[in-house]
């Protein structure tokens, strides 16, 4: 075996041992966060990983790259709370309320990572954050209402970059309020209003045979 190829070998281990720590060190993070709040600082993450702060940043170029990293893994828990849950069975409205009640249930379960993903605060990229996890429920709302719709292509605007965009700005906008002031109105009563100006917007918008 040649210098060479010894050296790729090594490199190729060094690598799966560098993402795989980083990994790990990501899902204690979450594990923080969840626990600890949305001020879950550095200083937790390490002591919960039994490292130190110089070691942690081996693996993250700075305090910005593991919330990215963060923003990432929630994402990917956000889309898997989705996945299988929404369905065009019962038509529009019913589909509508579905993907609201599963949103609602992820938020209210993970809370803590909700709030931090939102945190602009201490220097954090918060609208990046915001935004890595906007763009999965974006995907997520235009491939529903591909599905939900019996004819997509019969939008007056484009699906994916207008449409969806719109939509979930709308439901972000409505389910923050919510959040931030529980007591104003119920869980269902906002659902049902929610729902009924997604109709509304869908119906708004759907070219007329």
């Known amino acids: 075996m040649s210098t060479a190829n010894v050296v ?9 041992q560098r993402e795989r720590r980083r990994t790990e060190i990501v899902d204690t993070a979450v594990e923080v966060i969840s626990r600890v709040g949305p001020t879950a600082s550095v200083a937790d993450v390490v002591a919960a990983c039994g490292i130190t702060r110089p070691v942690l940043y081996r ?16 994402s990917l828990m956000l889309l898997d709370h989705l996945q299988g849950r929404l ?16 949103y ?7 809370r803590h990572l909700y709030d931090f993903t939102r945190s602009a605060d201490r220097g954090r990229p ?14 997520v709302v ?34 923050s309020h ?12 906002m659902t049902e209003g929610l729902v009924s100006l997604l109709t509304a917007a869908i119906e708004s918008v759907v070219r007329p045979a």
């Open 104 to 110: 609602l249930d992820f938020v209210l379960q993970h």
């Open 87 to 102: 369905s065009a069975d019962g038509g529009i409205e019913a589909g509508l309320r579905r993907a609201v009640d599963t």
């Open 178 to 189: 919510w959040l931030s002031h529980p007591d104003r109105i119920t869980r269902q009563r």
């Open 126 to 139: 918060g609208a990046e954050v915001v935004d890595r996890i906007r763009a999965v429920v974006v995907a």
């Open 8 to 16: 790729d070998g090594r490199t190729a281990r060094w690598r799966g």
């Open 142 to 175: 235009a491939a529903a209402a591909a599905e939900l719709m019996e004819e997509p292509d019969e939008l007056g605007v484009p699906l994916d970059d207008v449409f969806a965009v719109g939509l979930v700005g709308m439901a972000d906008g409505v389910v």
């Open 59 to 74: 693996h993250f170029d700075g305090r910005d790259d593991l919330d990215r990293a963060i923003a990432d893994r929630c």
